[in-house]
């Protein structure tokens, strides 16, 4: 039998005793398999082996097979192979052949002629296709690109690249859209991408890279979330060490019920200092404060028994807000905290008062109560003791509208009466006027009956905006209308004239109010109701208020003005509900006092319609102050062209200007004016022109959310955001902003922006509103304003944020990132610029399934949730947007987080390999092991504090030397010199007169300071008489000086005395010999004293007494002698 082929099934057996031979001129292989006939080495083909590779027959150690009668007749070329070498050669084909071991690994091979040697794909890319290109990159890679080539180190230096790179990382508004949306939009080209971003920028001189890089790097540190490097304390044993401290920190704050307002002071610029928190609870009245880093609470504010209900419980069955049969108004009471100055807290029932309490003090008082006094000639209404519900409070948080208004305003008060009051801080006197802590200094009627909802005001306030005739203080009514103040309130003396204290002070009070006056915003000026059939008696939008002085009204009017608002306090909430349209106690109030148009205005001017109440939709209207000068008004309404001024003989004078029609001249004069003045002192006032006032109004959208029902509002009020652009250290390198940046870099006038649109972020400013299904809603409060006052246009937010909470309780914003806090305890930190859809970090996760099914339940039924424990109450966030720190209120708990921001310290921060301790050491290693910002400032303080006390301990030092010796009294060491030379001159140009006069030779002695005097009349003396002279002074060891100033003890050296000499005669030559040992002597004994008393003096602390002169008797034994 013959073997079957190779390429038979794998099954089949190789030998099959029960099959036949085929009839076949080829008895191997299968015929329906293509074959190619392969040459063999000696030259044949074959094509019965395709298997094959070489073609070369191996010898089988077995015998082959006995052969058919018909393969016998065959040639012998034509025999198959043995079967065991058709299968190794099979095998040897399928593996693949082994690489050559020598060789080159790559070949070059030349480019085709005429192709420039030096040329690249790359550099036949133009500038964008590259700057798209090199934008997917990270920060770190594409700041290392610049090291590349030239090109593309000019790339990647240009803004323009990091520009598209930061929107393609931040897509912003383009993240509501859906990538097939956006595609076809795209084709289309109706909407051309924008490159730039709104936001609010988070350094003082931000460029592109710095925003591009910061913001990664703070957002990447966030969602770590490392702890702080505390450094220690200067009493701690090693003040180089640092601590780390607590990412989060929670504890109790004993308020007893939910806190829903918070208050902390972080400290700003290069200022900062460890945060204090002040927490309260409005439904007890209740207050405390606490250090966040220790999680230790004051005693201020759990010793004040003073508890206060609310109007539910006071009035059982009346509507709130003025609603139902519109008889009383009522509401929750209102309270607002400040931790520098403490609480006011302010009761939403009939007969209410207003209750402060300093931080300083354990116990408060009320405040700012009604009487009945009325005066109408003055313009006093009698409010009555019933001076209704106190519907919104506000105090200071900050110096300075305290110490701009002289101490006047430091909280305000609105009423349901419609009346508005400001009280005192309390002053020391300095200014002129001592007032009293809580004490009333100013009264208004804004909107008699209407209640004041809401109050807003400027807390950095300055001087500058005070002369560019800013707004400082906002108020909104029931009805919707908006009040604002320009001017400060200034306060006179005014006489008793029979008036006891409490009545001269509501007289003082109305009397300053009068000073200034509130204007009000036309456009929200208050609508009636439609009345087809003219059935009503007088207009619905009319409402009397207080006058001002200015007015120069007669008593007259003021008595007929006061009297019409006296009848509008007594008309209840029901009577304004049936007269006007858009009665919402509910409403809330944000202000953007930094807004500028570059005309000295700008304010916007925030207005939410919660939609609430039944019937009522949710609306936000955005009111916009601009001004517009006369000039612009006369340009418009006349066409003849203006004529140019005519020309000077002198040149151009810097006033003569070409106007031009376009407006963004005008606005670049305005610029220029404002480098120019931001030069200047803050305090001189800007240059300014005649201008029209007007308001305009803008309508924000809701993104397409319906039956929307807002419960949170909140407006970034981070460093930059704040600031105006007068102030703003970007424009014109504003001196009025006392904010530092570690990461701001002196620039050149040159590379500075001239305009808001050349800065990162075009100073855009964000506004957050949270609604009762869990979506937050972010605007850019500062976009383009409507044209005209009789349009409106839209903003479209900027993102819609859906979080995991089922309804949003509270809302903390910065330039950096927003948090949200949910009704089940929910606090999570989003990126508002969209890098991300998801939240970056999860701050406090919520609460467990059985208290989340609680809530519902309390949803559901009748009496509603009331006072919910597991819900955030307030976020308080630290306005410097690079430090990640705030504090969130759970219940009547609070959350604080202090996350490590040192990656952002520099731009590129390569981390060192730190030198590991050995096993079981406690040892740092190296004393500087990181890169953060803490440890060198620590460093740079504890060398600066050696310094400063070395210098101390030298000025100590050359102080009491100059005190003692006399040292330093001639100035430097040279002019003492040359003092010291023109003295010897002096005696030595005597000495030389003397020779000469007496013709003898003297003696020149130099045994002290100040020269013995010589014995006028007797030049020639005896030599006898010398020698006794001598020899006394020898044998007194207590010789006094001829000067009596100076009281040196002489105190003679043992082994260095003179031999006395007994004779009595000698020889001329050999006296004037002793005498030069003698002086000689004499001076070595006072340079010998004058070094002792020096040690002594040494010795001593202070300045040691001098040594007296002793005395001696008998023949001079004693402590004399020793």
Same mark, same amino acid.
């Given at each position: 039998?013959?073997?079957?082929?190779?390429?038979?099934?794998?099954?089949?057996?190789?030998?099959?005793?029960?099959?036949?031979?085929?009839?076949?001129?080829?008895?191997?292989?299968?015929?329906?398999?293509?074959?190619?006939?392969?040459?063999?080495?000696?030259?044949?083909?074959?094509?019965?082996?395709?298997?094959?590779?070489?073609?070369?027959?191996?010898?089988?150690?077995?015998?082959?097979?006995?052969?058919?009668?018909?393969?016998?007749?065959?040639?012998?070329?034509?025999?198959?192979?043995?079967?065991?070498?058709?299968?190794?050669?099979?095998?040897?084909?399928?593996?693949?052949?082994?690489?050559?071991?020598?060789?080159?690994?790559?070949?070059?091979?030349?480019?085709?002629?005429?192709?420039?040697?030096?040329?690249?794909?790359?550099?036949?890319?133009?500038?964008?296709?590259?700057?798209?290109?090199?934008?997917?990159?990270?920060?770190?890679?594409?700041?290392?690109?610049?090291?590349?080539?030239?090109?593309?180190?000019?790339?990647?230096?240009?803004?323009?690249?990091?520009?598209?790179?930061?929107?393609?990382?931040?897509?912003?508004?383009?993240?509501?859209?859906?990538?097939?949306?956006?595609?076809?939009?795209?084709?289309?080209?109706?909407?051309?991408?924008?490159?730039?971003?709104?936001?609010?920028?988070?350094?003082?001189?931000?460029?592109?890279?710095?925003?591009?890089?910061?913001?990664?790097?703070?957002?990447?540190?966030?969602?770590?979330?490392?702890?702080?490097?505390?450094?220690?304390?200067?009493?701690?044993?090693?003040?180089?060490?640092?601590?780390?401290?607590?990412?989060?920190?929670?504890?109790?704050?004993?308020?007893?019920?939910?806190?829903?307002?918070?208050?902390?002071?972080?400290?700003?610029?290069?200022?900062?200092?460890?945060?204090?928190?002040?927490?309260?609870?409005?439904?007890?009245?209740?207050?405390?404060?606490?250090?966040?880093?220790?999680?230790?609470?004051?005693?201020?504010?759990?010793?004040?028994?003073?508890?206060?209900?609310?109007?539910?419980?006071?009035?059982?069955?009346?509507?709130?807000?003025?609603?139902?049969?519109?008889?009383?108004?009522?509401?929750?009471?209102?309270?607002?905290?400040?931790?520098?100055?403490?609480?006011?807290?302010?009761?939403?029932?009939?007969?209410?008062?207003?209750?402060?309490?300093?931080?300083?003090?354990?116990?408060?008082?009320?405040?700012?109560?009604?009487?009945?006094?009325?005066?109408?000639?003055?313009?006093?209404?009698?409010?009555?003791?019933?001076?209704?519900?106190?519907?919104?409070?506000?105090?200071?948080?900050?110096?300075?509208?305290?110490?701009?208004?002289?101490?006047?305003?430091?909280?305000?008060?609105?009423?349901?009466?419609?009346?508005?009051?400001?009280?005192?801080?309390?002053?020391?006197?300095?200014?002129?006027?001592?007032?009293?802590?809580?004490?009333?200094?100013?009264?208004?009627?804004?909107?008699?009956?209407?209640?004041?909802?809401?109050?807003?005001?400027?807390?950095?306030?300055?001087?500058?905006?005070?002369?560019?005739?800013?707004?400082?203080?906002?108020?909104?009514?029931?009805?919707?209308?908006?009040?604002?103040?320009?001017?400060?309130?200034?306060?006179?003396?005014?006489?008793?004239?029979?008036?006891?204290?409490?009545?001269?002070?509501?007289?003082?009070?109305?009397?300053?109010?009068?000073?200034?006056?509130?204007?009000?915003?036309?456009?929200?000026?208050?609508?009636?109701?439609?009345?087809?059939?003219?059935?009503?008696?007088?207009?619905?939008?009319?409402?009397?208020?207080?006058?001002?002085?200015?007015?120069?009204?007669?008593?007259?009017?003021?008595?007929?003005?006061?009297?019409?608002?006296?009848?509008?306090?007594?008309?209840?909430?029901?009577?304004?509900?049936?007269?006007?349209?858009?009665?919402?106690?509910?409403?809330?109030?944000?202000?953007?006092?930094?807004?500028?148009?570059?005309?000295?205005?700008?304010?916007?001017?925030?207005?939410?319609?919660?939609?609430?109440?039944?019937?009522?939709?949710?609306?936000?209207?955005?009111?916009?102050?601009?001004?517009?000068?006369?000039?612009?008004?006369?340009?418009?309404?006349?066409?003849?062209?203006?004529?140019?001024?005519?020309?000077?003989?002198?040149?151009?004078?810097?006033?003569?200007?070409?106007?031009?029609?376009?407006?963004?001249?005008?606005?670049?004069?305005?610029?220029?004016?404002?480098?120019?003045?931001?030069?200047?002192?803050?305090?001189?006032?800007?240059?300014?022109?005649?201008?029209?006032?007007?308001?305009?109004?803008?309508?924000?959208?809701?993104?397409?959310?319906?039956?929307?029902?807002?419960?949170?509002?909140?407006?970034?009020?981070?460093?930059?955001?704040?600031?105006?652009?007068?102030?703003?250290?970007?424009?014109?390198?504003?001196?009025?902003?006392?904010?530092?940046?570690?990461?701001?870099?002196?620039?050149?006038?040159?590379?500075?922006?001239?305009?808001?649109?050349?800065?990162?972020?075009?100073?855009?400013?964000?506004?957050?509103?949270?609604?009762?299904?869990?979506?937050?809603?972010?605007?850019?409060?500062?976009? =383009?304003?409507?044209?005209?006052?009789?349009?409106?246009?839209?903003?479209?937010?900027?993102?819609?944020?859906?979080?995991?909470?089922?309804?949003?309780?509270?809302?903390?914003?910065?330039?950096?990132?927003?948090?949200?806090?949910?009704?089940?305890?929910?606090?999570?930190?989003?990126?508002?610029?969209?890098?991300?859809?998801?939240?970056?970090?999860?701050?406090?996760?919520?609460?467990?399934?059985?208290?989340?099914?609680?809530?519902?339940?309390?949803?559901?039924?009748?009496?509603?949730?009331?006072?919910?424990?597991?819900?955030?109450?307030?976020?308080?966030?630290?306005?410097?947007?690079?430090?990640?720190?705030?504090?969130?209120?759970?219940?009547?708990?609070?959350?604080?987080?202090?996350?490590?921001?040192?990656?952002?310290?520099?731009?590129?921060?390569?981390?060192?390999?730190?030198?590991?301790?050995?096993?079981?050491?406690?040892?740092?290693?190296?004393?500087?092991?990181?890169?953060?910002?803490?440890?060198?400032?620590?460093?740079?303080?504890?060398?600066?504090?050696?310094?400063?006390?070395?210098?101390?301990?030298?000025?100590?030092?050359?102080?009491?030397?100059?005190?003692?010796?006399?040292?330093?009294?001639?100035?430097?060491?040279?002019?003492?010199?040359?003092?010291?030379?023109?003295?010897?001159?002096?005696?030595?140009?005597?000495?030389?007169?003397?020779?000469?006069?007496?013709?003898?030779?003297?003696?020149?002695?130099?045994?002290?300071?100040?020269?013995?005097?010589?014995?006028?009349?007797?030049?020639?003396?005896?030599?006898?008489?010398?020698?006794?002279?001598?020899?006394?002074?020898?044998?007194?060891?207590?010789?006094?000086?001829?000067?009596?100033?100076?009281?040196?003890?002489?105190? =003679?050296?043992?082994?260095?005395?003179?031999?006395?000499?007994?004779?009595?005669?000698?020889?001329?030559?050999?006296?004037?010999?002793?005498?030069?040992?003698?002086?000689?002597?004499?001076?070595?004994?006072?340079?010998?004293?004058?070094?002792?008393?020096?040690?002594?003096?040494?010795?001593?602390?202070?300045?040691?007494?001098?040594?007296?002169?002793?005395?001696?008797?008998?023949?001079?034994?004693?402590?004399?002698?020793?």
């Amino acid at each position: 039998m013959h073997p079957e082929p190779a390429i038979a099934s794998e099954n089949a057996p190789l030998h099959d005793p029960s099959q036949k031979t085929l009839p076949s001129s080829s008895q191997h292989g299968h015929t329906s398999f293509p074959q190619r006939p392969s040459p063999s080495r000696d030259g044949t083909e074959s094509g019965l082996y395709p298997g094959l590779t070489g073609g070369t027959v191996q010898s089988s150690p077995y015998p082959p097979a006995r052969a058919s009668p018909v393969s016998e007749a065959e040639p012998v070329n034509t025999l198959s192979p043995p079967p065991r070498n058709r299968i190794a050669e099979y095998e040897n084909a399928l593996n693949p052949k082994p690489k050559k071991r020598g060789g080159v690994l790559f070949e070059v091979i030349p480019k085709e002629n005429g192709a420039k040697e030096n040329s690249s794909p790359i550099s036949a890319l133009p500038n964008e296709v590259l700057t798209h290109a090199l934008s997917h990159l990270s920060p770190n890679d594409l700041a290392a690109v610049a090291l590349v080539s030239r090109r593309f180190n000019s790339l990647v230096t240009s803004p323009h690249a990091w520009m598209v790179a930061f929107a393609r990382y931040f897509p912003g508004p383009e993240a509501l859209l859906d990538d097939a949306v956006r595609e076809a939009i795209e084709e289309v080209g109706d909407i051309i991408r924008s490159g730039r971003r709104a936001f609010t920028r988070l350094t003082a001189l931000a460029s592109w890279r710095s925003e591009y890089i910061l913001r990664t790097r703070l957002l990447r540190s966030l969602v770590r979330g490392r702890p702080v490097q505390v450094p220690a304390t200067p009493s701690s044993p090693r003040p180089t060490s640092l601590q780390l401290g607590a990412p989060i920190v929670m504890y109790p704050v004993r308020t007893f019920t939910l806190v829903n307002h918070l208050h902390a002071t972080f400290g700003t610029g290069l200022n900062k200092r460890v945060p204090r928190l002040i927490h309260g609870a409005d439904d007890v009245g209740m207050a405390t404060s606490s250090d966040p880093t220790t999680g230790k609470v004051d005693a201020w504010g759990e010793s004040d028994p003073t508890f206060f209900v609310q109007f539910s419980e006071r009035f059982p069955g009346e509507a709130e807000w003025g609603l139902g049969p519109g008889d009383v108004v009522g509401r929750p009471n209102v309270m607002d905290v400040s931790q520098p100055y403490g609480i006011i807290y302010g009761e939403g029932s009939p007969q209410g008062s207003c209750y402060y309490r300093a931080v300083d003090e354990m116990r408060g008082h009320f405040i700012a109560e009604t009487m009945d006094f009325s005066n109408p000639a003055v313009g006093i209404p009698k409010l009555g003791v019933d001076g209704g519900a106190v519907c919104s409070v506000w105090i200071a948080k900050s110096k300075t509208i305290p110490t701009l208004t002289d101490g006047l305003v430091g909280m305000m008060m609105g009423s349901a009466a419609g009346v508005v009051t400001a009280c005192s801080l309390g002053t020391d006197g300095l200014r002129g006027q001592r007032l009293q802590r809580g004490e009333l200094t100013a009264r208004w009627v804004l909107s008699p009956g209407v209640p004041i909802i809401a109050i807003a005001v400027d807390d950095q306030y300055s001087v500058k905006r005070q002369a560019q005739n800013r707004i400082w203080a906002v108020a909104l009514n029931a009805l919707g209308e908006i009040f604002y103040l320009t001017k400060f309130p200034s306060r006179n003396q005014v006489s008793r004239d029979g008036l006891d204290a409490a009545e001269h002070a509501e007289y003082t009070a109305w009397v300053t109010g009068r000073t200034v006056h509130w204007n009000l915003v036309e456009l929200s000026r208050r609508v009636a109701r439609p009345d087809p059939y003219n059935g009503k008696s007088a207009d619905g939008s009319y409402s009397p208020r207080s006058s001002w002085d200015d007015m120069c009204l007669s008593e007259l009017q003021i008595s007929a003005e006061t009297k019409e608002i006296q009848q509008f306090l007594r008309y209840p909430p029901k009577h304004f509900r049936k007269a006007c349209l858009g009665w919402d106690m509910r409403r809330r109030l944000e202000v953007d006092f930094a807004g500028d148009d570059g005309h000295y205005a700008g304010e916007a001017i925030i207005v939410f319609e919660c939609g609430l109440g039944e019937g009522n939709g949710s609306s936000i209207k955005r009111f916009t102050r601009c001004k517009t000068h006369e000039k612009e008004k006369d340009d418009v309404s006349s066409p003849s062209p203006l004529l140019p001024p005519p020309a000077s003989l002198f040149g151009n004078s810097s006033d003569s200007r070409t106007i031009s029609d376009g407006p963004n001249s005008r606005f670049l004069e305005d610029i220029q004016r404002t480098r120019s003045s931001s030069h200047l002192s803050s305090s001189s006032s800007p240059e300014r022109m005649k201008s029209i006032e007007e308001w305009r109004c803008s309508q924000l959208s809701l993104g397409g959310l319906s039956n929307v029902q807002l419960t949170a509002t909140a407006l970034d009020h981070s460093t930059y955001a704040v600031l105006t652009m007068s102030e703003d250290p970007a424009l014109g390198f504003s001196t009025a902003s006392t904010a530092s940046s570690p990461y701001a870099s002196p620039v050149s006038v040159a590379s500075q922006p001239a305009s808001p649109a050349d800065i990162p972020g075009q100073r855009a400013r964000f506004l957050a509103a949270g609604t009762a299904t869990g979506a937050v809603l972010v605007w850019d409060i500062r976009s =383009p304003v409507s044209r005209s006052s009789g349009f409106t246009n839209t903003i479209d937010p900027v993102r819609i944020i859906y979080t995991d909470s089922p309804e949003i309780s509270c809302i903390g914003l910065t330039s950096l990132y927003l948090v949200h806090g949910g009704n089940d305890g929910l606090v999570q930190a989003w990126d508002v610029l969209a890098s991300t859809t998801q939240p970056i970090k999860t701050l406090n996760p919520r609460f467990s399934s059985r208290a989340r099914r609680r809530l519902v339940q309390a949803q559901a039924s009748a009496q509603g949730v009331g006072i919910n424990m597991f819900a955030a109450g307030a976020i308080c966030l630290d306005p410097d947007p690079t430090t990640l720190r705030g504090a969130v209120s759970l219940g009547n708990q609070i959350r604080y987080w202090s996350y490590s921001s040192t990656a952002a310290d520099q731009y590129k921060s390569n981390k060192r390999k730190l030198r590991r301790s050995e096993r079981g050491s406690n040892n740092g290693g190296e004393r500087f092991s990181g890169t953060g910002r803490g440890k060198w400032k620590d460093h740079i303080a504890n060398e600066k504090y050696e310094l400063e006390r070395d210098q101390r301990e030298r000025d100590r030092q050359a102080a009491r030397l100059a005190g003692r010796f006399g040292v330093d009294l001639l100035g430097s060491e040279e002019e003492a010199l040359a003092y010291a030379a023109l003295l010897s001159q002096e005696s030595l140009a005597e000495e030389e007169k003397k020779r000469k006069d007496s013709g003898a030779n003297s003696v020149w002695s130099s045994s002290s300071a100040n020269p013995a005097p010589s014995i006028p009349g007797n030049e020639d003396i005896d030599a006898d008489i010398a020698e006794a002279i001598r020899l006394s002074l020898q044998d007194n060891p207590t010789y006094d000086g001829p000067s009596s100033s100076f009281d040196i003890p002489i105190i =003679p050296v043992k082994g260095h005395r003179s031999p006395v000499v007994k004779g009595k005669r000698s020889a001329r030559a050999e006296s004037s010999k002793h005498d030069e040992l003698s002086d000689l002597e004499f001076a070595l004994q006072l340079s010998l004293a004058e070094e002792q008393s020096r040690k002594e003096a040494v010795g001593d602390d202070g300045f040691p007494v001098l040594i007296p002169n002793m005395s001696h008797s008998g023949n001079g034994k004693g402590k004399g002698r020793a």
